[in-house]
């Protein structure tokens, strides 16, 4: 029997939490082989003392089948999970074409929808899933990543792959541990529920450069976060995917319930002065907008003076 061959793109917060779950699982499994492709000083840590994973306090290290940065001599892979920016995923996913083929799998745990449709399109051959997640992650040193708090969540599904490869998708991350929904329908729309927040909120903080408290504390830019709501809305109604009469009200609740002196990642790379996904998150809705036809002003607004910003 082949080894199921499982491939764990960007370890970063998601990708160290996700890709060390399957691997403290199926590592050592005869049947399975589970691959973290990483760089630098982080890949270097993970193959000297295996990948620490800091969960409610414990520390564990997992230790992948096999660490490697040289995504071309991989070979035929039957599971990618892709866990990198959005800006870095064309560049993998040309490197890993040699190993996907009709038989691959591919789960995009990104942030927006682009990214998945850009897998549809490029691997028509392959199995390509929506997928999303909500956890709270990151690396806090080479080797390290820390999960905050006990609510995570995966959501995949699609119901144009074969039933055979969704049982085997079920079953790794049931094995796993991990928490997952499963959607047999609209899942397009729970992925686009998501976007329909973090799409806003992350184009609103890094123009502000405010926190989800003072967003939520001041009424004239709550009121800028619910236009950019309905906007993103008229969009994703435009493309058929109907998300809930009452989006704008769930994701100010949200706002509310996050930690009130937190931003957005796109923020923090905005101050930073690193790479960002504005083009993803903010640039994707102006141009399908207008794909579309559907006004989207504040959006407009917002990404034109983002861009003075790049």
Not at 61 to 86: H, M, N, Y
Request: glycine residues 8%.
């Amino acid at each position: 029997m082949e080894k199921f061959r499982i491939a764990v793109v960007g370890m970063g917060g998601v990708g160290g939490y996700y890709g060390g779950k399957l691997a403290q699982r199926f590592a050592s499994d005869e049947n399975h082989e589970v691959i973290f492709i990483a760089r630098g000083a982080h890949k270097q840590r993970i193959e000297q003392e295996g990948l620490k994973l800091r969960l409610e306090g414990e520390v564990e290290a997992i230790r992948p089948t096999v660490v490697t940065d040289k995504l071309e001599d991989l070979g035929k892979l039957d599971l990618i999970l892709f866990c990198v920016k959005s800006y870095g995923l064309k560049q993998v996913a040309e490197q890993l074409a040699p190993s996907i083929t009709s038989d691959t799998i591919l789960l995009p745990l990104l942030n927006g929808v682009n990214g998945i449709e850009y897998l549809q399109q490029r691997f028509q051959e392959a199995n390509t899933l929506w997928g999303c997640v909500y956890i709270i992650s990151s690396i806090k040193e080479p080797g390290v990543v820390q999960v905050q708090g006990k609510y995570n969540r995966l959501v995949w599904g699609n119901p144009k792959v074969s039933e055979k490869l969704l049982k085997k998708v079920k079953f790794l991350l049931d094995e796993s541990g991990i928490n997952h929904e499963y959607y047999e329908q609209e899942v397009e729309a729970r992925v686009w529920e998501k976007f329909s927040f973090i799409s806003p909120v992350a184009s609103l903080t890094s123009l502000t450069h405010k926190t989800m408290g003072e967003i939520a504390a001041s009424a004239d830019l709550k009121n800028q976060l619910q236009l950019l709501i309905q906007e993103l809305v008229s969009v994703a109604k435009a493309k058929d995917v109907m998300l809930p009469a009452d989006m704008v009200e769930r994701n100010l609740e949200v706002l509310q319930r996050l930690p009130q002196n937190a931003t957005s990642s796109m923020e923090r790379d905005f101050s930073s002065g690193n790479a960002t996904e504005l083009e993803n998150l903010t640039g994707y809705i102006v141009r399908e907008a207008q794909n579309y036809a559907v006004e989207v002003p504040q959006y407009q607004q917002v990404y034109q003076e983002l861009l003075q910003k790049v």
